[in-house]
DNA sequence: ATTGTAAATGTAAGCGCTTGCCATATCCCC
DNA sequence: GGGGATATGGCAAGCGCTTACATTTACAAT
């Protein structure tokens, strides 16, 4: 498209303003250390170059590139966008900046993601959930990765995290439902397979179920990735049993929106024919109709606070961090006293 | 957390292997320029020391990074989200990394953006509508950035563009809402400042309002950042009003959920009582009750295209290219004839 | 054996920046 | 005005890799 026409370096902006490019580089990084004057001159040749600093050169020299990646398993939903766009927010306040990259949810693709965001010499990681290979923390480990894990939380765990609950949450949640009348619960879960988020929740469910005395045999459920057509299909299949479910609880809202619209379209009252439950408090949750009872996520104090805790790990070096946060039941109108 | 262990660099495998570093980089890059023996040596070498490539060292000596960057205006909903993946997934297919920013809508941030994009090697950049500072086109022009939009399209434009014709889109539907017979139409628009896509969008139900005769006075507009909840409110005011509308159009499928959901709370009956549509056919737009008719944008597709045609910038440094895709008319619940 | 050619490998010069260390300027006080 | 403390600025050594060019090796043909 072009012949490369000359892209100005730190050496041409020296020569211009007739100092030395350590010079130069101390007025774009630490001008304290510079004279007014001097800071003057240079900053005017830099502007009037148009010069750009080479972040992979400086990168390199500096080892350290004040860029931190994250890795989530999707972003093809809303479920982590707020988080991450909080995250991001007070990572630029804090002077660094965000690569992002998605998984699709698989463990392998993570992995290699992780290596490339290393190469590419990421300061600090923010990962979702603990669950994955030994060898990942390892490689970590050994190249003194700091790393947050997020969206989750393991309490006693040697990671750093920061999170809520899951399992907790959803037996609340549970709790609540059986609480309502209900006894005859269906559940949609996540693939719980690699997702210890949605393993979680399905145990929360389960441990409520069981502390009221029922058996796990009769507690139908069904997996499917994350995605509200697979939550209409899910609905599907669980309303054809014999026993009908009063309740169909989901482990995320995006499956829960695609249970409410089929179950309008096959001619269900949600929820005087049926209860629908969800998980994460998605701004979806409250447009939806009737409105989804469901499990709210802060989802954007718990961005603010892993990036914190991951600068706290990268800056001062700290020997590891935890935070759980409080979660809260969001009642409304999708769930129904039976 | 960790003092620094050691990580293993290109020379270290060529000691380790015994041979020169221009053969070990020979065997990760050029593996066809190397004897059998040769290869399998260093490979092992490499598995045995876990050595990764530091990517900013890659990028600096071979001026050239495989990677690619795109600035969406945001992640917070999912306008974008299906015609990244198909760029990602195309990109990834040919070789090549994606890196991904979000400008929030602002104009300065992205041209901020595109700069740190640049800075970090980015081989080529997707960008998102036209309308931008011609400083930043010569910007990237100076540097010989390849370049591509997408989601807009301008015919006669110099810049290569892949997408599609919102203007004339937008009035095909207004087109079919006045021919259902609607005459008070009320229109929910994107925030047009800075927004080709959104301005086009609303100019071509203009076109169409006036190509029927009407007068442009009589076109209630609130223009409303995209989101759910703006969607919402902005409806709540366009319904008090003296002349009530018999239809709203939305720029976009968000703006029109937040509209069916607060149409719904008012006591609306959609669409017996009032109209709605939306644009981008993202997933929701089906799942909403009533469904919505809306303009079905191939989004894939266009990921895909894209990808493909920034490559062949790239890598044959072609003049330029552009394509125009085609969009449809959804009908689903929401319209109805009056 | 000798030579020619191509394939395989090595040598070393950068890529554009940061930073430890050293050499000046600058300034203040006596 | 001299001595020393302090603020500025320059020098040059890398950071880990690629690659043009030089050198060596392998092998076939003479």
Known sequence: MHETPH??????????????????????????KVSAKTLAKVMETVESLGYTPNFNARAMAAKQSRT???????MENAIFARGLQAFQEKLLEKGYNLLVSSSAYQPKLEAQQIRELVARGADGLLLIG????????EYLARRGIPTVLAWASMPGSEHASVGFDNRA??????????EMGH????????????????????????DSWQAHGFHLNDLPIIQTPYEIENGATAFEQLVQADVKPTVI???????????????????????????????????????????????????????RVAAESLIELIEHRVKKVSHQLDVSIEMRASLQRI
Chains 1, 2 share one sequence.
């Open 169 to 178: 949450a959803m037996r609340l949640l549970a709790d609540k439902v059986i």
């Open 68 to 74: 931190i990646g994250a890795i989530i398993p999707t």
């Open 249 to 303: 609880m989901c482990g995320n809202d995006v499956l829960a929106a695609g249970v409410i619209s089929k179950a309008r379209d096959l001619g269900f009252n949600v929820p005087n024919d049926i209860s629908v439950t969800g998980f994460d408090d998605i701004e979806l949750a409250k447009h939806v109709f009737p409105a989804l009872t469901t499990v709210h996520v802060p989802h954007r104090q718990m961005g």
């Open 130 to 137: 603990y669950e994955r290979d030994e060898a990942v923390y």
């Open 183 to 206: 006894r005859r619960i269906a559940v949609i879960s996540g693939i719980v397979d690699g997702n210890d988020r949605a393993a979680e929740r399905l145990a929360g469910i389960q």
């Open 7 to 32: 892209i100005p370096t730190l050496d041409d902006v020296a020569k211009a303003a007739g100092v030395s490019t350590a010079t130069v580089s101390r007025c774009l990084n630490e001008k304290q």
